[in-house]
């Protein structure tokens, strides 16, 4: 089982940005055979999808709300995934969560159901 710690949140303003990290351990399998994810949560609403980003970074994958103004990358041998979020609006606060893929060598997926490791989250408050 691999850990997954996010880290990077806060409060920011309206047009402001934030970069989170998400940290994996790597005990027991390598990293950058996996594709990653990025989640998020509004209280009230269900998890929605964010970015996506293959197992190698050459594929990247946004939600439709947030294409533009976030960018997912890795870097494979700090074991880690970031998101930078530009431009941030109040309807982008919620608790981010980072996910690892089931499959091996996969580009991404939409779909939370593909993912089988989550943090714990990091929550983002976006102030009007």
């Known amino acids: 089982q691999v850990e997954l710690v996010e880290s990077g949140g806060g409060l920011v303003q309206t047009g402001g940005s934030l970069r989170l990290s998400c940290a994996a351990s790597?005990?027991?399998?390598?990293?950058?055979?996996?594709?990653m994810g990025w989640f998020r949560q509004a209280p009230g609403k269900e998890l929605e999808f964010v970015a996506s980003i293959s197992w190698n970074g050459v594929t990247t994958d946004y939600g439709d709300s947030v294409k533009g103004r976030f960018t997912i990358s890795r870097e494979n041998g700090e074991n880690t995934v970031y998101l930078q979020m530009n431009s941030l609006k109040p309807e982008d606060t919620a608790i981010y969560y980072c996910?690892?893929?089931?499959?091996?060598?996969?580009?991404?997926?939409?779909?939370?159901?593909?993912?089988?490791?989550w943090g714990q989250g990091t929550q983002v408050t976006v102030s009007s």
């Open positions: 790597t005990r027991s399998f390598t990293f950058n055979m996996y594709a």
């Open positions: 996910a690892l893929d089931i499959m091996a060598y996969s580009v991404g997926s939409r779909s939370l159901n593909d993912y089988d490791s």
